[in-house]
């Protein structure tokens, strides 16, 4: 396999394919964040009449001409897709949508037409649509290589521009930026992408370049640069496979394969990000219902002890070896959750929380001191956040969403005050206080 | 105007009805490009039924294409659920599908006449002469038959669940409240125009089925703001592209389809300019009607 090494065309195939990926994939990582990750898609069908127009005009198929052609009409949709959406009540997805159909049904007439009528050489002229990455020769590589160049040297140059538009166009404004300028040449340089794109990879092929590897890196950062160099990374990458299996297989085509290998960088993206992936998403709620789990049996188990008391008591032995009727915490809760319910109770015996015992043919639960301890911090927790709801959450609706994990983080001493204040004088101060609790302590004080 | 010609119009304006008229609720629920993106992932579909069957027959191919249809819409659906933005989990989807199918029929069907740009372009010339046969008598062309029977279909469709379509294009989470099934409505929108645009494209190539999706309800939407009249003002406007296109691409001899999206795209300019209340023109003749006013009342 290694001999495919040593044909020149073979390398110069595969330089191109892989600065066309970076290219595209870093361009397109801020047409994701721009949301208009079809433009390319557009932009690729709209180039077709103009390729027709410069064949009529220039009589021959020299790439340059025609390349021109593809970026002049490409332009000219951009800029209709801008007048659509700012003169009328058309959306955006739809002023792309009609942009793409009537160009490129403008642009089958304009070739079948040229095709009839017979006009010179045009044989071939369509596989200017389609791609032909095979074909790519040196004079080709060189031209992508240059365009790509320049693409990659203007995203590092307006990298703050193109930050700004992407997340907040009007503080841009505000700044005194030219915003519409700056929204221009981004759409200007995916124009040109999509050009370059066209002749080795085709038309829809040059739209998944400039989508898969974006969304593909989306999922692994939070950091626009990380994801710029990652887009570009995988947009490479992708070219540079689909090339190679291309040319291990010779019957199929380059550019599909391309493809097919961004596609795939896009699934590993899905399942195995950290953080975002679908693997990571489902272990977090994965430990979030066995933490949940826990947290209700511990508080379900406090609670039928509470039942007893009237007012705080200091715990001792005697009042923890009662115990609580273990069979009817489990009784009432549908299948699905007694199983995770048995899974916890099993979880918190080994941690040496709580006890099982049997006493009459009854499975009766017995909290340990350290057990209480985590009980009555959990229910403390969750009955401060109660309050907090139910008397504070409308001077501070932005704590609401969290959960009651983390209600120490956010509220100040003097808040927690008031809330143990507002606890006792609803009676819903935990009644089975742990001795070694600071606040156990206090409370045999009084 | 001969039969051969009126044949053509009649399966164009049969498209443009189709298509138009579910276009409306596409455009409605901000979803226009979704035809763009079935219309390519089908050639899966189209790949597979023949290399499993080994038939270019119809029925097949029809199948395949509208499951994977079907499908690019749940992927679409699952991937915008997941956090990924609807347009770019379109683009990933319809490129991925369609990259498997060029690469299905580069390999496995390479010596059987299957090509791309007839499936793309279609050549909706050829319909009057692929006629339908019930035992030995011919019935008329075939594209009608199934174009006549889809649109039948969608009108049918959206005529007993006006209601229901409606609200939820326009305010689902009301449509939700009021305890109408928005998934299930999704879906059975998202059938209908996989089963359109598979059923235009067999026959008319997917360009012009992929227009007439977007481009009459557009216009329409210019023209009107209540959905009754939209969905019968872009019947009518896809009809008159239909006409006007077939005029046009008898006079260059050029490709039909192309020139009836071409057509579309001109009545759409028109309404763009013109529309009463909403062109451009009449919009600035109204700003200065109301400027005369002005300077009047100083006066």
Redesign the interface.
């Known amino acids: 396999m290694w001999n495919m090494w040593y044909d020149p065309n073979f390398r110069w195939v595969l330089a191109g394919s892989v600065l066309l990926g970076v290219a595209g994939g870093a361009i397109g990582a801020f047409s994701l964040l721009r949301k208009r990750s079809l433009l390319g898609d557009v932009l690729a069908h709209a180039a077709l009449p103009g390729v027709c127009v410069a064949f009529l005009l220039a009589g021959s198929k020299e790439p340059f001409p025609l390349l021109a052609g593809a970026a002049a009409s490409g332009l000219l949709g951009v800029y209709a897709v801008d007048v659509i959406t700012r003169w009328s009540r058309l959306k955006e997805e739809t002023a792309l949508g009609v942009v793409l159909t009537v160009f490129f049904g403008v642009g089958v007439v304009l070739l079948t037409w040229i095709q009839h009528s017979g006009a010179g050489n045009q044989s071939g002229l369509d596989s200017f649509l389609f791609g032909q990455s095979a074909t790519l020769v040196q004079k080709d590589v060189a031209a992508i290589g240059a365009v790509a160049a320049v693409l990659i040297a203007a995203l590092f140059l307006f990298f703050k521009e193109f930050k700004l538009l992407c997340f907040d166009r009007g503080f841009g404004e505000g700044l005194g930026f030219p915003m519409r300028f700056i929204d221009g040449l981004l759409m200007s340089l995916i124009v040109l992408s999509v050009v370059i794109g066209l002749q080795a990879v085709g038309v829809v092929l040059m739209a998944a370049l400039l989508i898969t590897p974006g969304v593909a890196a989306r999922y692994w950062t939070e950091r626009l640069d990380v994801m710029l160099l990652l887009s570009g990374l995988f947009g490479g990458f992708s070219g540079a496979m689909g090339t190679v299996f291309s040319a291990l297989a010779p019957r199929l085509p380059t550019g599909p394969l391309i493809v097919l290998t961004a596609t795939a960088v896009f699934l590993v993206s899905l399942v195995a990000a950290p953080r975002r992936g679908l693997v990571a998403k489902g272990l977090r709620l994965w430990s979030l219902r066995r933490k949940v789990a826990r947290e209700n049996l511990l508080r379900d188990v406090y609670e039928a002890y509470e039942t007893e008391l009237e007012q705080p008591v200091l715990a001792d032995e005697a009042i923890l070896s009662r115990g609580v009727d273990f069979d009817q915490l489990l009784s009432g809760v549908s299948s699905a959750r007694l199983q995770g319910r048995s899974r916890a109770a099993r979880r918190l015996m080994r941690e040496g929380l709580i006890r099982i015992e049997s006493r009459e043919g009854r499975n009766v639960c017995v909290l340990t001191p350290k057990g209480l301890e985590a009980a009555w911090d959990v229910v403390h927790r969750h009955r401060l956040w109660e309050m907090f709801l139910t008397h504070e959450a409308d001077l501070q609706a932005d704590h609401v969403d969290r959960d009651a994990d983390t209600i120490e983080h956010f509220l100040t001493p003097d808040l927690v005050e008031a809330l143990e204040r507002l606890l006792s004088v609803h009676h819903r101060e935990p009644r089975l206080l742990p001795s070694v609790h600071p606040l156990g302590a206090h409370g045999r004080k009084e | 105007m001969d039969s051969y010609a009126l044949t053509i119009i009649a399966a164009g304006a049969l498209v443009a009805g189709s298509c138009g008229f579910i276009g409306c609720f596409l455009?409605l629920r901000?979803?226009?490009?979704l035809?763009?993106a079935i219309s390519?992932s089908v050639l899966l579909g189209i790949a597979l039924a023949f290399l499993v069957t080994q038939d270019r027959g119809i029925v097949p191919m029809f199948v395949g294409a509208a499951v994977f249809g079907l499908l690019t819409a749940v992927i679409v659906q699952a991937l915008d659920r997941?956090?990924?933005?609807e347009?770019?989990?379109?683009?990933?989807t319809?490129?991925?599908l369609?990259?498997?199918g060029?690469?299905l029929l580069?390999?496995f069907a390479?010596r059987v006449h299957l090509d791309?740009?007839h499936v793309l372009?279609g050549e909706i010339a050829y319909v009057p002469w692929d006629v339908l046969y019930v035992g030995e008598t011919p019935i008329g062309p075939k594209a009608l038959w199934t174009l006549g029977a889809t649109f039948l279909v969608n009108v049918a469709l959206v005529a007993i669940f006006y209601k229901e379509f409606k609200i939820c294009s326009f305010d689902p989470a009301m449509a939700a409240a009021l305890g109408i099934n928005v998934t299930f409505f999704h879906y059975l929108l998202m059938a209908m125009v996989s089963f359109s645009t598979v059923a235009a494209f067999e026959s008319v190539g997917a360009?012009?089925a992929?227009?007439m999706?977007?481009?009459p309800g557009?216009t329409a939407?210019?023209l009107t703001d209540r959905l009754e009249r939209m969905l019968t003002l872009s019947v009518a406007v896809g009809v008159a592209s239909s006409v006007l296109g077939y005029v046009?691409?008898t006079l260059?001899?050029?490709?039909i389809?192309?020139?009836?999206?071409?057509a579309?795209?001109l009545l759409?300019t028109l309404a763009?300019l013109f529309s009463p209340s909403?062109g451009?023109v009449s919009k600035a003749f109204a700003r200065r009607r109301v400027g005369l006013k002005r300077e009047d009342m100083v006066q």
Not at chain 2, 82 to 85: E, K, P, T
């Open positions: 455009i901000r979803m226009a490009l035809g763009d390519h997941g956090g990924v933005a347009d770019a989990a379109m683009g990933v319809f490129t991925a369609f990259a498997l060029v690469v580069t390999a390479g791309l740009e372009y360009v012009l992929v227009a999706l977007i481009v557009a939407y210019l046009v691409a260059l001899d050029a490709s389809s192309g020139a009836m999206a071409g579309a795209g759409l763009l909403q451009i």
